[in-house]
């Protein structure tokens, strides 16, 4: 690793992180690279959680909100299309109610517009906040830089989509339209099932994202930093400079807490009186194994909601979103939905060897909670990240790490803030 990034004070602190996921461990990561001491504490670190389950992709084009004026406009068939991309569980729907108040909030054009542009600049600092960390982890292995492909099946979607290409060239990032013929020839696996297509040059993928975050964590151990595997329960103050973290049968005390529990922060963050409109998307992946030769890059498939990855020894089809809050058992019909596209995509694939759920955190107007507590100097908030928790990951990581070294920011983090529904 590079020398330690100091912070101006040179002050080293005792730092408790709540959630061994990627933003956790490229928290851990940055903060040691500033110098100081830092515990990570899971109750299941590096099993299956979303960082296991996501699509892979590096997606430093993913500036557009979930809530958009064509979204809204298309809820009704969405949610009654078994189909459909997106689905509720009906009986969480008095639950979600709050949630989606705020999401039918964010998403008038000039709303999305600004979210366009906030999420933009953080996909910008991808590549600054990740590089230092896959080189610390010798993980550059892992990385493939093909790009990543959207296909549409007609006219009429790639029309539909025709605002969020725009949003993206207006906020810098490359989106190269493909015709079909030329779709064939960088995928000629593919069933000419689809109309067009978008490529994104500067996007990446990881071959195998679990492998990562293992790496990722193998590092912070080398450097003297400490995983424990428990569950926390609780964010005590003790004194007016330390906090403590009860976990099952013990406690861990620390000069400050970072919050990056995923789609379970929200507990924590109302200890200390942060309400925040937290819920969670499940998402569901099958695997193909032996089948990672079919594709060169991710592909999506925009009238599903879903990528197509190959990895190191299979091939991933990952995606949709069904809203049913953390207890939601698995659903047969998303995983039905999952491997019936994906053969008329690619016909000549054997049923799928394996199969997955997990759920994301997901704020209703698709930024992430990345700050300070309100109401407690010493607590920090990093998780809220939905669809683009791994790409983010590494920039989160280096603000949090920035913020308690009392380094100056390399952007302003106030559309950010834990409180800004309030």
Not at 89 to 113: D, H, I, N, T
Not at 277 to 289: A, I, R, S, V
Not at 316 to 337: F, H, K, Q, W, Y
Request: proline share 7%.
């Amino acid at each position: 690793m590079e020398p330690a990034e100091m912070s101006p004070s040179s002050s080293t602190y005792e730092v408790a992180i709540i959630g061994a996921g990627f933003v956790g461990v490229a928290t851990a990561l940055w903060l040691q690279r500033q110098g100081h001491r830092v515990t990570l504490i899971d109750q299941d670190p590096f099993a299956e959680g979303a960082y296991y389950g996501n699509a892979c992709t590096i997606a430093t084009y993913a500036n557009i909100p979930v809530a958009t004026p064509q979204v809204i406009k298309q809820i009704p068939s969405l949610l009654f299309n078994p189909k459909s991309p997106l689905s509720i569980r009906w009986s969480y729907l008095p639950q979600l109610m709050p949630w989606l108040v705020r999401f039918l909030c964010a998403s008038p054009p000039g709303k999305v517009e600004s979210i366009a542009q906030k999420l933009a600049v953080l996909l910008s600092m991808v590549n600054r906040g990740f590089e230092p960390l896959f080189k610390v982890s010798n993980a550059h292995e892992l990385l493939e830089s093909n790009g990543t492909m959207y296909l549409y099946s007609s006219q009429k979607r790639i029309n539909n989509a025709r605002p969020e290409i725009d949003l993206r060239r207006q906020n810098g990032i490359s989106v190269q339209e493909l015709s079909q013929s030329e779709i064939a020839d960088l995928e000629p696996a593919l069933n000419r099932i689809y109309h067009s297509g978008l490529l994104f040059n500067d996007a990446y993928h990881i071959r195998n994202p679990l492998k990562l975050l293992n790496k990722m964590g193998q590092a912070v151990e080398r450097q003297g930093g400490l995983i424990v595997k428990n569950k926390a329960m609780t964010i005590k103050r003790l004194t007016p400079t330390k906090l403590s973290i009860v976990t099952e049968g013990s406690s861990i005390s620390a000069d400050k807490v970072v919050v990056a529990a995923g789609a379970w922060s929200r507990p924590f963050a109302a200890q200390f009186k942060d309400r925040v409109p937290l819920d969670t998307e499940q998402g569901y992946h099958l695997m193909y194994t032996g089948a990672q030769d079919l594709l060169n890059r991710p592909v999506g498939w925009a009238d599903v909601g879903f990528y197509m990855t190959p990895m190191d020894t299979a091939l991933r089809a990952a995606g949709t979103v069904e809203m049913g809050g953390v207890d939601n058992p698995s659903n047969p019909t998303r995983i039905n939905l999952i491997a019936e596209t994906v053969k008329t995509l690619l016909p000549q694939l054997n049923d799928h060897s394996s199969e997955w759920t997990g759920f994301r955190p997901s704020m209703p107007d698709s930024m992430p909670v990345i700050g300070p507590s309100a109401n407690d100097k010493d607590v920090f908030y990093a998780f809220g990240h939905g669809h683009i928790g791994m790409t983010l990951s590494g920039i989160t990581g280096k603000i949090i790490a920035d913020l308690i070294s009392n380094n100056p920011l390399d952007i302003d983090i106030s559309p950010f803030r834990v409180n800004r529904f309030n």
